[in-house]
Nanobody, 127 residues
Framework: QLQASGGGLVQTGGSLRLSCAASGFTLNPYAIGWFRQAPGKEREWVSCFSVSDGTTYYADAMKGRFTVSRDGAKNTVYLEMNSLKYEDTAVYLC??????????????????????WGQGTQVTVSS
């Protein structure tokens, strides 16, 4: 089971750190994907992080602003979000897939490739 938390209300330019905690299984063989969904919009991929080897991918709009990290002892992956913009407002969700290397990184952006999903956490950025 995955549980995302850490969302909240923040001003433009502010920061938040989201957590994705796993229970009932260890994250080590998995990759954690972060997605977001704003009202009236399609689900959007944010990042993918391989817990086993640290391979990380970010969507272009998040590069340089978002950073993924992990705490093995807590079985948790974090999404550090800086320089937040109004358009970052969305429900953020984390999901897990068994990690396997794929030379086509587009594979990691597809929600259908993730097996387990947590409930989302709301991030609201005020303008």
């Amino acid at each position: 089971q995955l549980q995302a938390s850490g969302g909240g209300l923040v001003q433009t330019g502010g920061s938040l750190r989201l957590s994705c905690a796993a229970s009932g299984f260890t994250l080590n063989p998995y990759a954690i994907g972060w997605f977001r969904q704003a009202p009236g919009k399609e689900r959007e991929w944010v990042s993918c992080f391989s817990v086993s080897d640290g391979t990380t991918y970010y969507a272009d709009a998040m590069k340089g602003r978002f950073t993924v990290s992990r705490d093995g002892a807590k079985n948790t992956v974090y999404l550090e979000m800086n320089s937040l913009k109004y358009e970052d407002t969305a429900v953020y969700l984390c999901a897990a897939m068994r990690w396997m290397w794929n030379s086509n990184s587009h594979y990691y952006t597809q929600a259908s490739n993730y097996d387990s999903w947590g409930q989302g956490t709301q991030v609201t950025v005020s303008s």
